[in-house]
């Protein structure tokens, strides 16, 4: 399961002076700007145990990556409607759809 860092998330942990993502993080654009504005570093690592010890190691602060196994970050109602939004606005095609689907 993919998890999303939104500006809103961003902003919620301003304080922080790096964002701890592996290879299942989305960034939005808009959320990498606010990032290099505040200042805060992206970092990728490969698991949520390489942050534990980066932690206890350094003792910076980090935004905590929690495993989340089977649960969903969006519901399949606001999926819909996200995907719904960017067909209408011309953003995404039906096509688009299918093939990122397989």
Known sequence: MKR???QEEVLKN???KEIFVDKNTLITAAARDLC???GIEIKCINSVKE???NKESTKKEYIEIKEKENQAVLS???IYNILKDGINQGLISESDIERMLG
């Open 14 to 16: 301003k304080d922080q």
């Open 36 to 38: 290099k504005d505040l």
């Open 4 to 6: 999303l860092i939104s």
């Open 76 to 78: 399949e109602n606001q």
């Open 51 to 53: 942050v534990e010890e």
